[in-house]
């Protein structure tokens, strides 16, 4: 029975009580009475009857008003602290219960926080200790994942299922550029966890390479591996090695719980590998027939000493033609490869000072020249080839020392917009712009040292340039390189994007994860979610309203994957309201150039497969969706949770449920709001909030959770 049903119930006995005493005396003195009593009674009280009748509904009106007022401050205001006690035991522990109403309910209030006060010391008391027991733990993971973050290789960690448990930066770099099509405009939608790998890679190769580590496993092998190529989805060779992840009990046979697998996209090598094959039998088969006449020919002439001179003039043209012609042909391999080795060049980012550091030691132990710093930016960042760089700086100096008197060089280290500035400056002589663009062209020399590469070749891999100047007359003289700059480590590009190499979430209890569908009887614990929000030209979707914004994140295993973003931006192909700008902040001009709404929903489309969709007041967003299947072909068939109307299921009681509100209630906080991705996070937060509330509530599975949102009142809403 519910508050309101009681309520009503109260008023009816009321109601017996005030009129059942009066109507039952009246009842009885009319059986008593003979009919000339009953006339004479009637006849007494009927001119009294208004004002009785008057009485006893004031009394009642009032006795109404009195209990209203007594259910308020009494019921709803302990089922309200019941509310309350529930946020403080689990979604919110410093929520506290604000003492107000009758002195009962104010002691019981009070006295509530009291006990959470103490709640709170002991479980902090106990999560210091639980803290301490999993530091070794905490850091043998953190140890794995510095580990990973270093290789140079992408790193996948799977369960039998082909589950993904783990990857590193590398991999999520890796099949973000294979990937193409509408799916390339958002990172990551090929990779994340819990996700299958299967969308990568082909199921039978993995399988067959299972099997070959269970047959070296059934022999005795110690480390069995097995290796494969395969392509990717856009064509690229990609070389994979499989590695098992092993458990058992001791005495028993290993077991295969999952599989490690290092991936390198070897297409560029292979076309590499193979022009230079092409080469290599290009200059042998050319030469071959030459290496013949030259020797034919000089064969004859020790043979035949005396012979004419005519014909010994023949003889040496052939030998000269020929040397010639492999010489030309030699050349041009060296050009060849020196093209190749251009290319290998990997360009990473490094500390502008420690490419400094490298061509002054350089400098110092190969040309014996004394250097010098003058204004480095230690905290610049570049993005270079540090051996190339080096070399290419290290040359220069010699050049400039071969030519000229040259006592002491100075480096110095700046930055413009997106340039970094490496200045080398001397005192006395300035070179000549002829001189320099001879330097530029010519092969890099250090010492006794040529390079195939030339200085121009160094920059050009760079995409820099190369000047000399001199300010002033009394200013030394100098060259500068202008390189490009690379982003710092840690510093945040155009939104929450990820900082680090090392993989920020890593979920080893996924090894336990089977799941193929979305189960409705599945613990909503156990399911994998995509939480988003859309930005819209207005609220009238039916009405001719376009979506111009979509974030979503992802939940897996009960943990929000903040490197798993969606975040896109949609030209609508129509204008927008300057009222709907001052709420989103996204303007015409940052739409423009935009994909439209038929290119970026089957990029979200994938980003959500397999995964239940959350959002806040879900049939807003949602009818946007349904509204585009017929013109895209994307239909969202998966299960939809709103965390509006589960706040709703958990908090009945509450006046508020915007998700300015719930957060408040939950204690999470807002940074970003009106914003699609800063909106997704937040609906993110306050859903895993949500979920020990639910199962405090019964509320344990998804089609649970789907029946107890649709009996609520908010769910009457239809956009």
């Known amino acids: 029975m519910n508050a309101r049903t009681r309520f009503l119930l109260a008023i009816f006995v009321l109601g017996l009580l005030m009129t059942g005493p009066f109507m039952l005396t009246v009842g009885i003195l009319l059986t008593d009475l003979s009919a000339t009593e009953r006339a004479q009674l ?9 004002i009785g009748i008057f009485m006893t509904a004031f009394g009642f009106v009032l006795g109404v008003q009195v209990l209203r007022q007594l259910f308020r401050q009494y019921v709803r205001g302990l089922r309200q602290m019941a509310e309350h006690l529930q946020l403080m035991l689990g979604a919110n522990r410093n929520f506290r219960v604000v ?10 209030a009070r006295a509530a926080n009291e006990l959470a006060i103490q709640r709170d010391a002991l479980l902090e008391d106990v999560e210091q200790r639980i803290t301490e027991a999993k530091n070794s733990v905490e850091a043998d993971r953190n140890r794995l ?14 369960n039998l299922d082909g589950r993904i448990l783990l990857y590193n930066s590398r991999a999520r770099l890796l099949f973000t550029a294979l990937a193409k099509g509408p799916t390339a405009m958002n990172q990551g939608t090929l990779i994340g966890l819990g996700r299958s790998i299967y969308s990568i890679l082909d199921k039978a190769q993995v399988a067959h390479a299972l099997e070959s580590i269970q047959s070296r496993l059934d022999r005795g092998a110690s480390e069995p591996m097995a290796n494969f190529v395969t392509t990717s989805r856009s064509g690229q060779l990609l070389r994979a090695q499989t590695a098992p992840v092993l458990s058992g009990e001791e005495g028993q046979p290993p077991r295969i719980t999952g599989y490690v697998l290092t991936v390198e996209d070897i297409t560029r090598s292979l076309e590499q590998e193979l022009a230079r094959d092409q080469v290599l039998h290009t200059l042998a088969d050319g030469n071959r027939g030459a290496l013949g006449n030259v020797r034919a020919a000089a064969e004859t002439l020790l043979a035949h000493p005396d012979m004419e001179s005519e014909m010994r003039g023949r003889l040496l043209q052939v030998v000269a033609d020929e040397t010639g012609a492999m010489s030309q042909r030699l050349d041009q391999t060296t050009s060849e490869f020196s093209d190749a080795l251009k290319t290998r060049w990997p360009l990473e980012d490094v500390l502008g000072s420690d490419v400094i550091s490298a061509a002054r030691k350089r400098i110092a132990d190969k040309l014996g020249l004394a250097t010098s710093v003058d204004g480095i930016d230690d905290q610049l960042w570049v993005r270079a080839d540090t051996f190339s760089l080096v070399q290419a700086i290290t040359s220069l100096a010699g050049r400039l020392q071969e030519h000229h008197p040259l006592h002491e060089l100075r480096f ?6 997106r340039l970094a500035f490496v200045d080398l400056a001397w005192h006395g002589f300035q070179v000549t712009p002829e001189a320099l663009y001879n330097w530029e062209m010519e092969p890099m020399r250090v010492a006794s040292e040529v390079l195939p590469l030339s200085l121009r070749d160094v920059l050009e891999r760079h995409g820099g ?15 500068r390189l202008a390189i490009p700059l690379a982003t710092p480590p840690g510093a945040a590009i155009g939104g929450p994007q990820p900082t680090q190499s090392r993989p920020e979430y890593y979920d080893f209890d996924l090894f336990s994860f089977s799941d193929t569908s979305i189960d409705l009887d599945r613990p909503l614990a156990e399911l994998a979610y995509s939480v988003f929000d859309t930005e819209t030209t207005g609220l009238e979707p039916s009405a001719g309203d376009e979506i111009i914004q979509i974030g979503a994140v992802r939940i897996v295993n009960n943990r929000l994957l903040r490197q798993e973003l969606f975040d896109q931006l949609v030209d609508p192909r129509r204008s927008l309201s300057p009222e709907g700008i001052a709420i989103h902040g996204i303007s015409e001009d940052m739409l423009r150039d935009q994909p439209t709404i ?13 995964t239940v969709l959350v959002a806040h007041n879900a049939a807003f967003d949602m009818r946007f969706l349904q509204l585009k299947e017929a013109s895209t072909g994307i239909a969202f068939s998966q299960p939809v949770l709103d965390t509006l109307l589960l706040s709703a299921v958990v908090h009945p009681g509450q006046d508020s ?5 719930i957060a408040e209630r939950l204690g999470i906080a807002i940074n970003q709001r009106h914003n699609a991705l800063g909106d997704a996070l937040v609906t993110a937060e306050v859903f895993l909030r949500l979920l020990p509330l639910l199962r405090e509530a019964g509320i344990t599975t998804l089609r649970q959770a789907l029946d107890a949102a649709e009996k609520t009142y908010f769910a009457r809403i239809k956009y």
């Open 42 to 50: 009637i006849h007494v009280l009927q001119p009294r009857l208004p």
């Open 465 to 479: 340039e190369i000047w000399n100047q001199r300010e002033t007359t009394t200013q030394p003289a100098l060259f």
């Open 99 to 108: 003492p107000e109403g009758p002195p009962e309910v104010v002691a019981l």
């Open 412 to 417: 110095r280290l700046s930055a413009d917009n």
């Open 657 to 661: 449920h915007k998700l300015e509100a």
């Open 145 to 158: 994942a510095a580990l990973m973050s270093q290789l140079a290789l992408g790193v996948i960690v799977c």
């Open 598 to 610: 038929d290119a970026v929903l089957p990029a979200f489309h994938e980003f959500c497969a397999e």
